[in-house]
T-cell receptor, first 113, second 115 residues
Framework: DAKTTQPTSMDCAEGRAANLPCNHSTISGNEYVYWYRQIHSQGPQYIIH???NNETNEMASLIITEDRKSSTLILPHATLRDTAVYYC??????????????FGSGTKLNVKP | GAGVSQSPSNKVTEKGKDVELRCDPISGHTALYWYRQSLGQGLEFLIY????????KSGLPSDRFSAERTGGSVSTLTIQRTQQEDSAVYLC?????????????FGSGTQLSVL
């Protein structure tokens, strides 16, 4: 039960913004949205997370819709090194201090020169 | 080291043999997760340890799979009587829950190949 839906793949031109969408229509009020990325042969790397407000850090911005049923990860100036699989994840609390992170199949982002 | 360490990085075994995969989490992290990733697929949750609490084993696919965490630190994932469908990358992650917030830090994984 992945809880998120993402496009299988996307292309982006180098230097342009990459906007990666994610649907999480069954998300509950206390469940966070996380984004990780996985470059070939490495473990997933944390990018950003949020609950309901938009978030920005040195890597990316996260835009969450008001109804929280979808979100968009924005890489403002994509580089070739941003080519990776991007996972949109819902973090579900399953008990006191117990969380489960549900990974979907991810979006393969291809950044092209 | 500062990150999550997994060993071995690659393991080739014959069908029917037992294997042990090791994870060294980041020092001080109380939570530890095991995931499995089959070729071209997303991550499948296996098991979760949090402090001294009983682990959440709900993701283990069969009773051939087990895991333990000694002293709240190092964890070992054991697969008995391996099958070809067990071939995958096994990823370990650790985290520290602080004020309800949590980030997972992943190791590079163990690539298991069952012949």
């Amino acid at each position: 039960d992945a809880k998120t839906t993402q496009p299988t793949s996307m292309d982006c031109a180098e230097g342009r913004a990459a906007n990666l969408p994610c649907n999480h229509s069954t998300i509950s009020g206390n469940e966070y949205v996380y984004w990780y990325r996985q470059i070939h042969s490495q473990g997933p790397q944390y990018i950003i997370h949020g609950l309901k407000n938009n978030e920005t850090n040195e890597m990316a911005s996260l835009i969450i819709t008001e109804d929280r049923k979808s979100s968009t990860l924005i890489l403002p100036h994509a580089t070739l090194r941003d080519t990776a699989v991007y996972y949109c994840i819902v973090r579900v609390a399953s008990g006191y201090n117990f969380n489960k992170f549900y990974f979907g199949s991810g979006t393969k982002l291809n950044v092209k020169p | 080291g500062a990150g999550v360490s997994q060993s071995p990085s690659n393991k080739v075994t014959e069908k029917g043999k037992d294997v042990e995969l090791r994870c060294d989490p980041i020092s001080g992290h109380t939570a530890l997760y095991w995931y499995r990733q089959s070729l071209g697929q997303g991550l499948e949750f296996l098991i979760y340890f949090q402090g001294n609490s009983a682990p959440d084993k709900s993701g283990l696919p069969s009773d051939r799979f087990s895991a333990e965490r000694t002293g709240g630190s190092v964890s070992t994932l054991t697969i008995q009587r391996t099958q070809q469908e067990d071939s995958a990358v096994y990823l370990c992650a650790s985290s520290l829950i602080w004020d309800g917030d949590e980030k997972l830090f992943f190791g590079s994984g163990t690539q298991l190949s069952v012949l």
